[in-house]
């Protein structure tokens, strides 16, 4: 007989660290202490889904997707969760999973401060105490979101409010200030250096590999700050690099923030605000390249500058990648399109160097590979038609 599954499901965003109550290990506590009172706890398995340090505006969450996608697979017999806002606060999106989603797949649905049981409510939604409480769950995040970006911004005003993470060629001081960090300080002002003596990006990004130095990722990695993969980096410097920080003005000592903001409460996506937005305080911290070298990189790159290109679109995009180091290729637009590999252009020993694929080759080779494939997976009827089977489907995924 198979047995009763049991998911206990616990989240924490950052915002409840402020609160005992809703920590992990009372989560824990409560929700232990209401499965024991449970007539199905017996011989029933019991699985812990914990999201820490996540918002529960959204469901881009590691554990509850894997919740879900178990659910999905009919492994859960029933979730149970300390209230509503544990499990989403955003009354559509957490309202569909528990009135339409768990009811499918025969999941019951238990949330322990809000004496809600699916089970005793077959049939109906749970009524309008149900959906008030979704609504008041998503109205608080929301306040909350207000009220920490209220905060935030009058303390980027006044200059006080520092980053995580500080440019390349800072470090946090010791109360917390930015202050220029010495060796990567030093790369910056070769960098400003090489483009103020009138050479493009392309160049810079060559002498920096010349000379063995890390890239920006590297020396974070190599000094136990993990934030990108940096295992096809090979010392290879990007021009795209090299020029944000040749137009980055935190290397003339000014404090710039909010450059960014998100498109909705909840959201990872984000966009780039107009720059009359951005709070800008000049002399905020100590400068590693002076003004008048800032301002004289400023006229030189312009001369290098492109001017905006519209976004096109073909059909390989971002799916052809180099042979060589595993980096995305570019495709060049001219009267005869071709791909390449930008990341080798600063090493010239580079197996990948100048080699080109020419795209109207390239996609009429993926173009006969896909139809072959086809063929040995679509049977072909009397009249001389493919017809796309559920089976063949499911095996082309």
Known sequence: MQKYVIALYIRLSLEDYKYDSMSIENQHLALNEFVSSMPESTNAEVLEFIDNGYSGTNFERPKVQELIEMVRANKIDCIIVKD?????????????????????????????????????HKGDTGGMDVAFKYLISEYY?????????????????????????CPYGYRKSANGRME???????VVQLIFQLAATVIGAAAVTRELFKRGIPTPGEYKAAHGQQYHDVSRSRGRWSSSTVLRILEDERYIGSYVIGRRAVIEVGSTRSRKKDRDKWFIIPDHHPAIVDKELFEKVQAVQRRFSLPTKKT???????????????????R??????????RHSTADVNSRCRDVRADAAGLEEAVLLTLKKQLEILLPEHEDGTIHLEATAAKCSE
């Open 141 to 165: 995040s929301r306040d909350m979101s207000i009220k920490t970006k209220s905060a935030k911004y009058a303390k980027m005003q006044r200059g006080e409010y520092q980053s995580k993470v």
């Open 84 to 120: 509503f806002s544990r499990f989403g606060r955003n009354s559509i999106e957490t309202g569909y999973f528990i009135e339409r989603v768990f009811p499918l797949f025969h999941t019951r649905f238990i949330s322990i401060n809000d004496d809600f049981d699916s089970d005793q």
């Open 332 to 341: 060049i637009a001219q009267k005869k399109p071709f791909y390449m590999c």
């Open 180 to 186: 220029p960090n010495p060796e990567p300080a030093a």
């Open 312 to 330: 096109r679109e073909y059909p390989l995009k971002g799916k052809v990648y180099c042979g060589c180091c595993d980096h995305a290729l570019s």
